[in-house]
């Protein structure tokens, strides 16, 4: 069984999340601003740290218990499938998602949350003051990404002495991958009761810092091609390649 874990979260990706360059002066500069910038993140992101109570659960499926429908990317919702084969356990639909999973013998699901606690003082926050609130979010969304890397690094280390290996995490609402597919992946995880993840009626989980994500297992290293500004719907108004900034480095 896998337990991530974060101990602390990257300064500089709070710092994108926030929109400054890393040449800004606010970053550098000893200014006041500068200074109550810090303070405010480095209290932040010790609540994060201190509320978080992470819970992870995945599952490695063969790929022959996997339908992949290239050729159909649903429509937001509808992601059922009449097929009666038991044999198959979940059905992905999607060219992306196909072509991330082309040559695995397995696939992994998994989902992760930081928790009821973190959400409940995410929600106080947002009536009390809203600067931090905004703040703490960012600190959240950095920490649930770290907690996934973390998840994918232990993974990783473990199938490495078999000699397979990880493809990138692809999560739904990734290019053709339809945000939809929310729903089955965590039905296939019985994420509602293993972590305490559920849905609401728009297909956003509830805590609201969650990550769901396939990947897949293969024999061989492969590049990473899935992924990155060519795959992203927003990069056509994105801040950060106006800025020459990327969000995932």
């Known amino acids: 069984m896998i337990n991530p874990e974060i101990t602390q979260l990257n ?28 303070e405010q993140i480095s209290r932040c992101e010790q609540t994060v740290l201190e509320t978080a109570r992470i819970r992870c659960v995945y599952r490695i499926l063969p790929l022959s218990a996997i339908v992949l429908d290239a050729g159909n990317s649903p429509a937001a919702g509808n992601v059922s499938d009449s097929r009666s084969d038991k044999s198959v356990s979940i059905v ?46 960012i600190c959240a969304s950095a920490a649930v990404e770290a907690a996934a890397d973390d998840f994918e690094r232990k993974l990783s280390a473990e199938l490495k002495s078999e000699d397979k290996y990880l493809t990138n995490r692809f999560s739904p609402g990734y290019g053709d991958f339809a945000l939809s597919h929310q729903c089955p992946v965590l039905e296939l995880l019985n994420a509602s009761r293993a972590a305490g993840i559920t849905l609401t009626p728009s297909q956003l989980m509830v805590p609201r810092k969650s990550v769901t994500a396939v990947m897949g297992i293969c024999g061989d290293v492969r590049e990473k091609v899935l992924g990155g500004c060519g795959m992203c719907p927003l990069k056509s108004r994105c801040s950060y390649r106006s800025h020459n900034l990327r969000c995932y480095e």
Request: aromatic residues 4%; contains cysteine; charged residues 30%.
């Open 92 to 137: 992905l639909h999607g060219k992306d998602i196909a072509r991330l999973l082309e040559g695995c013998s397995e696939a992994v699901f998994m989902a992760l949350t930081l928790g009821a606690e973190l959400e409940r003082v995410l929600m106080k926050q947002e009536v009390t003051d809203m600067s931090d609130a905004l703040v703490l979010d």
């Open 11 to 38: 300064r500089d990706e709070i710092y994108r999340y926030l929109g400054l360059q890393s040449g800004s002066p606010l970053m550098h500069e000893e200014t006041g601003n500068d200074l109550r910038l810090d």
